[in-house]
C-alpha cells in the first residue's frame, strides 16, 4: 500500500504508547489502515460522514484484516459514518491520538474545540494537518491552550503542508505559534529553498487576500512577515 509523501510523514510522527488512534476524515482509510497493519496501538478507528465510504471501507477491513486474526497480526478496528465534532473518546477511556487529514484549518478548528469540550477529561494528542487556514487553525490551537509535541513543513506534490501534533495534557511547557517556530529551521539547502518558496507563497497569499477582498488581513501579514528562517 503506497502512503504518498503526505501520508508516510503523518504515520512517521505516530508514537507508541495510544490505547486509541482516530483516522478521522479518513476517506478510503488508507492512513489508517496502514497503523492497523503495524498494529500501532491495540484499536484504530476510521471516521468518516459519507456512509457509502464507510460501507465500502469496512468491507475491506473485513477483508485484509479479518476481526478473528486481530490481536495477533493487526489491532482492532473500528468503523464509524459520523461527523467527527461528535466523538466520544471519553467513553472509552485511556489514552488517544487524534488524527485529522485533508481537511481545511477552519473546519479542523471546528472539530478541535468541539472534541475537546465534549471530553474535558480525557488525554488527547491531535496529529493535524490541514490543506489551508493554517494561521486560523495555530489561533484556535493557541486559544485552546494545547501544548507542541512537534511540528513538520512538508513539500508534496507541488503543495506545502504544515502538520502539527499537539496535546491538551499541560505537562509540557512548549506552546503553539502563531506562524511556527521549528518549521522555518532548514537542516540543508533542499531544505531551505522550500522553506522560503512557502514563506513567499504564504506571503502571496495574504497580500492578495488583503487587496481583493473585505477580510483585514494585516496582523497575518506582519506576522509572517517578521518570520526569519534559519540555515
Ligand atoms: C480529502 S479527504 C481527506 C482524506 C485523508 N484524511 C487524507 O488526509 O488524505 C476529506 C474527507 O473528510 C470528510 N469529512 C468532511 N467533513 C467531515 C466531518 N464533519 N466529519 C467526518 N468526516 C468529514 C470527507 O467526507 C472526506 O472523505
Known amino acids: 500500500m503506497r502512503l504518498g509523501k503526505r501520508l508516510e510523514q503523518l504515520k512517521s510522527m505516530v508514537d507508541s504508547g495510544y490505547d486509541h488512534i482516530w483516522d478521522c476524515c479518513c476517506d478510503h482509510g488508507l492512513l489508517g489502515a496502514a497503523l492497523l497493519a503495524e498494529c500501532a496501538a491495540p484499536n484504530v478507528h476510521f471516521v468518516d460522514i459519507v456512509s ?5 471501507l469496512e468491507q475491506k477491513l473485513k477483508r485484509f484484516f479479518p476481526r478473528e486474526n486481530a490481536s495477533q497480526n493487526h489491532s482492532q478496528w473500528h468503523v464509524y459514518c ?11 477511556g485511556g489514552k488517544h491520538l487524534i488524527i485529522i487529514a485533508g481537511v481545511g484549518g477552519n473546519l479542523i478548528s471546528e472539530f478541535v474545540k468541539n472534541i475537546l469540550t465534549k471530553n474535558p477529561t480525557t488525554e488527547i494528542d491531535f496529529l493535524l494537518c490541514p490543506t489551508l487556514h493554517q494561521y ?3 489561533q484556535q490551537l493557541i486559544a485552546l491552550d494545547l501544548r507542541l509535541k512537534s511540528e513538520v513543513l512538508i513539500a508534496d506534490k507541488n ?5 502539527l501534533l499537539v496535546s491538551n495534557l499541560k505537562n509540557s511547557s512548549l506552546k503553539v505559534s502563531a506562524t511556527g517556530e521549528s518549521i522555518w529551521q532548514a537542516k540543508n539547502a533542499a531544505d531551505e529553498k522550500m ?3 512557502y514563506l513567499l507563497k504564504t506571503l502571496a497569499h495574504y497580500n492578495r487576500v ?6 483585514d ?4 501579514i506582519d506576522a509572517y512577515s517578521s518570520v526569519k528562517f534559519t540555515s
Open 210 to 215: 488583503q487587496l481583493n477582498s473585505q477580510l
Open 82 to 92: 459520523e461527523d467527527i465534532s461528535n466523538l466520544q473518546p471519553q467513553e472509552l
Open 136 to 138: 486560523t487553525l495555530r
Open 195 to 197: 522553506i522560503s518558496a
Open 217 to 220: 488581513v494585516r496582523q497575518i
Open 159 to 163: 503543495r506545502y503542508y504544515e502538520i
Open 52 to 56: 457509502e465510504l464507510m460501507q465500502q
